[in-house]
T-cell receptor, first 113, second 117 residues
Framework: AQSVTQLGSHVSVSEGALVLLRCNYSSSVPPYLFWYVQYPNQGLQLLLKYTSAATLVKGINGFEAEFKKSETSFHLTKPSAHMSDAAEYFCAVSSNTGNQFYFGTGTSLTVIP | GAVVSQHPSRVICKSGTSVKIECRSLDFQATTMFWYRQFPKQSLMLMATSNEGSKATYEQGVEKDKFLINHASLTLSTLTVTSAHPEDSSFYIC?????????????FGPGTRLTVL
């Protein structure tokens, strides 16, 4: 069985501040982990993915995430928030990049000017 | 890069009618596609796995007779919401893995917003 838990359904940061969105996973097999961003009334856009290579994964728009097996975590970070980062962020787990995904409940990021 | 399209992007229907949503992989073949449902301000929930040439696999709690899935070709899967009711109003998203290059990459469609009056 696979699942992810996203702590904090709403996160607010000031423009220029560090963004930290938390994701913990549960998986009976080596996981593949993903972060997606969703803007209002739009589909999902892949930010980054972990597929058992480097534990620190860099994605688009300055985001990165670190896979920590000991903590079963895959937190998403960005050093400096931009107004355009305001969106809904979803963490997802899969047993393979081609298999079905299981999504977390999402974290809504607000960036305060 | 690979693209997955959905049609229609938005549909409004009366209660009791059936609605068909198409999911197409535009420049790659997909023997498997996935259907998700997203209620307002909630996460995506996997509904079913669509398999080309065979029956779909439904997640627990999803009514197979209500959500009919047909994967008739390697580039097209359809989801038909039969006898739709207001509680079926949701954002439906499909995805398809592109097996090219040795590692599958999952591509998501832009979603279809269904409103049942």
């Amino acid at each position: 069985a696979q699942s992810v838990t996203q702590l904090g359904s709403h996160v607010s940061v000031s423009e220029g501040a560090l963004v930290l969105l938390r994701c913990n996973y549960s998986s009976s097999v080596p996981p593949y982990l993903f972060w997606y961003v969703q803007y209002p009334n739009q589909g999902l856009q892949l930010l980054l993915k972990y597929t058992s290579a480097a534990t620190l994964v860099k994605g688009i728009n300055g985001f990165e995430a670190e896979f920590k097996k000991s903590e079963t975590s895959f937190h998403l970070t960005k050093p400096s928030a931009h107004m355009s980062d305001a969106a809904e962020y979803f963490c997802a787990v899969s047993s393979n990049t081609g298999n079905q995904f299981y999504f977390g409940t999402g974290t809504s990021l607000t960036v305060i000017p | 890069g690979a693209v997955v399209s959905q049609h229609p992007s938005r549909v409004i229907c009366k209660s009791g009618t059936s609605v068909k949503i198409e999911c197409r992989s535009l420049d790659f073949q997909a023997t498997t596609m996935f259907w998700y449902r997203q209620f307002p301000k909630q996460s995506l929930m996997l509904m079913a796995t669509s398999n080309e040439g065979s029956k779909a696999t439904y997640e627990q709690g999803v009514e197979k007779d209500k959500f009919l899935i047909n994967h008739a070709s390697l580039t097209l899967s359809t989801l038909t919401v039969t006898s739709a009711h207001p509680e079926d109003s949701s954002f439906y998203i499909c995805s398809a893995p592109d097996g090219g290059g040795g590692t599958d990459t999952q591509y998501f469609g832009p979603g279809t917003r269904l409103t049942v009056l």
